[in-house]
């Protein structure tokens, strides 16, 4: 159980196009979904927590216009990298807290590699 | 705010030797705490959790972790390390009242055969 999925697992694009990762919970509900971002041989940096029918809420020093998030459903949330550029090149990971969970537990997505050529 | 820190950013260990990964947290209130490994290009793996009771706590693949209340420590260990174990271990510490987690920098495991 708690399975997290992302599609895709790799997208390589032209700068200045859009992308749009896939965050879904496989077999739960989640009303939480945190989008982090990891760079090379570093940790996960949290982009920002999105809830399901409202607006995410960014982290500071995260572009909300570039990194948009949408929560539409308790099981699905996207993120658009807009205008990509080579330095959004990263790897994109997500994770879901279940619906009623008591405790700050995290279920996570296999990560999804950007490259902007 | 937490704040975590893993002080190795390598450890390298013989295949069957003994492991211990540190981990420190700063928080105002015992919060929970959490290891995760991730292999290379993947996503993280669950490997144990503390949100309270029991200090010494079993997770999979042969792991433990003791939570130390005066030491704000919560160390990784394995008693014989498998070749298939060499990974990076995130440390991570959760506010009870939140929804962030805030993850260490990560230890990278090498493991010699």
């Known amino acids: 159980g708690a399975v997290v999925s992302q599609h895709p697992s790799w997208v390589i694009c032209k700068s200045g196009t859009s992308v749009k990762i896939e965050c879904r919970s496989l077999?739960?509900?989640?009303?939480?979904m945190f989008w982090y971002r990891q760079f090379p041989k570093q940790s996960l940096m949290l982009m920002a927590t999105?809830?399901?029918?409202?607006?995410?809420?960014?982290e500071q020093g995260v572009e909300k216009d570039k990194f948009l998030i949408n929560h539409a459903s308790l099981t699905l949330s996207t993120l658009t990298v807009t205008s990509a550029h080579p330095e959004d090149s990263s790897f994109y990971i997500c994770?879901?807290?279940?619906?009623?969970?008591?405790?700050?537990?995290?279920?996570f997505g296999p990560g999804t590699r950007l490259t902007v050529l | 705010a937490q704040s975590v820190t893993q002080p190795d950013i390598h450890i390298t260990v013989s295949e069957g030797a003994s492991l211990e990964l540190r981990c420190n947290y700063s928080?105002?209130?015992?919060?929970?705490l959490f290891w995760y490994v991730q292999s290379p290009g993947q996503g993280l793996q669950l490997l144990l959790k503390?949100?309270?009771?029991?200090?010494l706590v079993q997770g999979i693949k042969g792991f433990e972790a003791e939570f130390k209340r005066s030491q704000s420590s919560f160390n990784l260990r394995k008693p014989s390390v498998h070749w298939s174990d060499a990974a990076e271990y995130f440390c991570?510490?959760?506010?009870?009242?939140?929804?962030?987690?805030?993850f260490g920098a990560g230890t990278i495991l090498r493991v010699k055969s």
């Open positions: 994770s879901a807290r279940a619906v009623g969970a008591v405790y700050n537990e995290q279920f």
């Open positions: 077999d739960f509900q989640a009303t939480t």
């Open positions: 999105s809830n399901e029918g409202s607006k995410a809420t960014y």
């Open positions: 928080y105002g209130a015992t919060p929970y």
């Open positions: 503390y949100f309270s009771g029991d200090t």
């Open positions: 991570a510490v959760g506010a009870r009242s939140g929804n962030k987690l805030v």
